[in-house]
């Protein structure tokens, strides 16, 4: 697990590759707004709300100069297989290795029917152009985050 990261700190950087073939840097994205949202698992009830949204909002985003990309341990072709189910329009991450999951402490201890298991913490970082965290929003309710994002990116 890594250390809980707090608002105006600095992004941790991270390179993964991502669906399509390609890959994002995030230290490239200086200058421009990104949303860094992590999601426990590709096809999943409130992943797929999650990125429906921020599909369904990408242009807004586009307008307000902000990238968006999706975070999770699941493998390139995984992704690509979710992006295509669902016609989604948000670059998805694989961190399979989880090197941007562990940076930003999103690897924790979940209860669920009476289980204790280790896993990905719904988490969404909102980093400005200078690279530093400007929103943090943790165990979030995936229905209507994306909106909430968007609002607090065009404050930036």
């Given at each position: 697990m890594g250390t809980t990261l707090?608002?105006?700190?600095?992004?941790?950087?991270?390179?993964?590759?991502?669906?399509?073939?390609?890959?994002?840097?995030?230290?490239?994205?200086?200058?421009?707004?990104?949303?860094?949202?992590?999601?426990?698992?590709?096809?999943?009830?409130?992943?797929?709300?999650?990125?429906?949204?921020?599909?369904?909002?990408?242009?807004?985003?586009?307008?307000?100069?902000?990238?968006?990309?999706?975070?999770?341990?699941?493998?390139?072709s995984d992704h690509d297989q979710f992006k295509e189910k669902y016609s989604l329009d948000v670059t998805l991450a694989a961190d399979e290795k989880h090197d941007a999951i562990d940076s930003y402490g999103v690897w924790v201890e979940k209860n669920r029917d009476g289980r204790t298991f280790m896993g990905i913490e719904r988490a969404t970082f909102l980093v400005d152009a200078e690279g530093q965290l400007a929103r943090i929003w943790r165990s979030i309710d995936a229905r209507g985050h994306a909106e909430e994002v968007l609002e607090a990116a065009k404050t930036l």
């Open positions: 707090q608002e105006g700190q600095p992004a941790p950087d991270f390179q993964l590759p991502t669906d399509g073939g390609g890959s994002v840097r995030l230290s490239d994205l200086r200058g421009a707004t990104a949303v860094v949202y992590f999601y426990p698992k590709d096809d999943t009830p409130g992943c797929t709300i999650e990125a429906n949204d921020f599909t369904r909002l990408r242009p807004d985003f586009d307008a307000i100069g902000a990238r968006i990309i999706g975070i999770s341990a699941d493998s390139v």
